[in-house]
């Protein structure tokens, strides 16, 4: 008697979760993908046209425009947005982060994953230690120091904060995956006479390679979508705008539409979702490798 | 590699053979270990002082300014350890909004984190056994996570406006709402249900959706993963025993599910209390959506109040810390133990 109770409950817990799974499935793939859709969709038709249907969801092809990208790229001197140099700025400054993160973060990573040094507990608990203090904290004192320097309106002064930003995560990314090459191949390298530098530089960093472009990645990412900090020290600096800031200080005029602004999110945004679906695989295996030991 | 740690170790660090006599027993391990403490040191050292240059003393010096009257344009000629006050504080806890606007980053804080585990769960759930398409489905769905902030807010933004936006135009077509939500600029949606009257942050729960919506997919990423990494045995077994799905989650999942969703919700619980720009950039801070770091920033740049804006950094930093040391004293033992 209980016994067919339970199967039928079975059974239907089984199809209701059939179904349901097909329901969640269809909600998720609907609220991750629309708004894309709707940003790439506003960015090709005029602004009359979304006024006149705010509701609709595909561009006629009478409307269908490209002013709006030819607007936000054109430089300022010619009557656009400059969105073009300010592609060039993101790009320098989250190339120059991955390349001075993975400088600071390597042999940190190589450190705590491999050698047995005194306070190597303590070095690990603080650079995680590090990744819990507010973006804000920081902000205070950087922007003072900063603006001593004179550097507070340089790329290169945004650059190095980005690299405190990330390389906690970086070497929390790095040491996971170090921990998995075997012990032996040092060993059998060290017995060929390479000293520990030579070690790291001839067969660890070849051996990382994957974990090095996930982190490098992850670092263009984090750099590229930034904004706090641009808005900081740059804001004053029109010259030196990043994509983010340029597309926020753009809302803030009243004449640009917002055809044109969605345009410039699609540039702002095209760079590191190409890049992110290139590397999709390396990218979450490198973020979330050793989350299913934790 | 172009940074060469400084003081490299050496290979001629190996002890010389000892000369007559017994060695003495444990030398050789000793210098080994050693060796590999000053390796460690050498290699840890650029990484350390980065961290040390851009981040340790920083926050030391945020601590010293917090204790300063101290103004943008006069910090050029400042000591490091000028007139020691507490005006900062008193100015921090006194002025009007403190409180609330604490109260509203806690409220944010949590209904994020819980909302995108809970929501990252849910979804790692339905992708876990394969269909066609899961692959690019997962992959579209990391799309809230890795676009750039202040795109995504504009979409949000005029998704959702009164004006030109698509969620109000919906609503008013096809859900019958009498008059368009302003989404991002109401504080107090006044709403009369079974004869209650009561108003519904708007703006806040607005700010918490976009919230939740931009960081499920980090939590589905993590607890995904782990789901794949339990053993098929332990639900076949239970399968055999006739368990129900819900049993088998109840039962079996979720326990293996609980380190890693324990970990996450500390993870996003401290990013989310100190997030500044996601919900900048919606509201500016405005209906009721006036979090704490948004604060420091005003501070910072309208009043160019760096001493004050020192201490209400400092302020959030340490009722973080508070949090997470009520949080650890009741439940660390055990997220410990798990892992």
């Known amino acids: ?294 | 590699m172009t940074t060469v740690p400084t003081g490299t170790p050496k290979r001629r660090d190996i002890s010389p053979p000892s000369t007559g006599g017994p060695a003495p027993t444990g030398r050789r391990p000793m210098t080994a270990s050693r060796r590999a403490n000053r390796a460690g040191l050498a290699f840890v050292s650029p990484t350390f002082l980065v961290v040390l240059v851009v981040v340790v003393l920083p926050i030391l010096w945020t601590v010293l300014l917090a204790f300063q009257d101290a103004k943008l344009v006069d910090i050029q000629g400042m000591s490091l350890l000028g007139n020691w006050s507490l005006d900062n504080f008193t100015q921090v806890f006194d002025s009007a909004g403190f409180w609330s606007s604490l109260n509203t980053t806690l409220i944010y804080t949590a209904g994020s984190t819980a909302g995108s585990v809970l929501l990252g769960l849910i979804a790692a759930l339905a992708l876990r056994t394969p269909f066609r398409g899961r692959g690019l489905l997962r992959a579209a769905m990391l799309l809230p996570y890795v676009a750039p902030v202040v795109a995504v807010a504009f979409v949000w933004e005029v998704a959702l406006s009164p004006q030109y936006g698509i969620i109000n135009n919906w609503g008013q077509r096809f859900f019958g709402w009498d008059d368009p939500l302003a989404f991002l600029s109401t504080r107090s949606y006044e709403v009369d249900f079974l004869g209650l009257h009561f108003g519904i942050p708007l703006a806040l729960l607005t700010v918490i959706a976009f919230e939740i919506w931009r960081y499920f997919p980090f939590a589905f990423l993590f607890i995904l993963a782990r789901l794949q990494a339990v053993p098929d045995g332990l639900e076949e077994a239970a399968l055999v025993d006739g368990a129900t799905p819900t049993q088998r989650f109840r039962h079996i999942l979720l326990p293996q599910l609980m380190p890693v969703i324990a970990l996450l919700c500390v993870l996003r619980f401290i990013l989310t209390f100190n997030k500044f720009d996601d919900v900048y950039l919606l509201t500016g801070g405005g209906a009721g959506t006036d979090l704490a770091a948004i604060r420091v920033y005003d501070f910072l740049t309208s009043r160019y109040d760096v001493g004050a804006a020192a201490a209400q950094a400092l302020v959030l930093a340490i009722s973080l810390m508070i949090l997470l040391g009520l949080y650890f004293k009741f439940f660390g033992n055990k997220v410990q133990e798990e892992s």
């Open chain 1, 1 to 294: 008697m209980t016994r067919k109770a339970a199967l039928t409950r079975a059974q239907f817990e089984d199809r209701f979760f059939g179904v349901l799974r097909w329901v969640v499935i269809a909600f998720l793939a609907v609220i991750t993908v629309l708004p894309f859709y709707y940003m790439v969709l506003l960015s090709l038709k005029p602004i009359d046209a979304l006024l006149l249907d705010p509701g609709s969801l595909w561009v006629s092809a009478k409307d269908f425009t490209l002013a709006t990208y030819r607007d936000v790229l054109k430089s300022t001197d010619s009557g656009g947005q400059g969105f073009m140099k300010f592609l060039i700025n993101s790009a320098l400054v989250s190339l120059g982060t991955v390349l001075l993160t993975l400088l600071a973060a390597v042999p940190g990573a190589y450190a705590v994953s491999r050698l047995k040094f005194f306070g190597r507990r303590q070095v690990s608990a603080l650079f995680l230690a590090v990744y819990m203090f507010p973006a804000t904290l920081l902000a205070v004192p950087l922007f003072v120091i900063f603006a001593k320097l004179g550097l507070s309106s340089s790329l290169f002064g945004l650059a190095v904060v980005y690299v405190a930003q990330t390389v906690p995560v970086s070497i929390y990314m790095l040491k996971n995956y170090l921990t998995t090459i075997p012990y032996s191949i040092e060993e059998a390298a060290a017995l060929d006479g390479c000293s520990r530098l030579q070690t790291v530089r001839k067969v660890i960093l070849p051996l990382a390679l994957p974990s090095l472009m996930a982190t490098g990645l992850y670092v263009f990412m984090i750099a590229w979508n930034e904004f706090l900090f641009a808005l900081l020290f740059l804001a004053a600096e029109p010259d030196s705008w990043t994509v983010s800031l340029g597309l926020a200080q753009l809302s803030n005029g009243i004449e640009v539409s917002k055809t044109v602004l969605m345009a410039g999110s699609v540039v702002l945004t095209i760079p590191v979702v190409l890049l992110f679906f290139a590397a999709e695989r390396l990218l979450t295996e490198g973020l979330t490798s050793g989350a299913d030991k934790s």
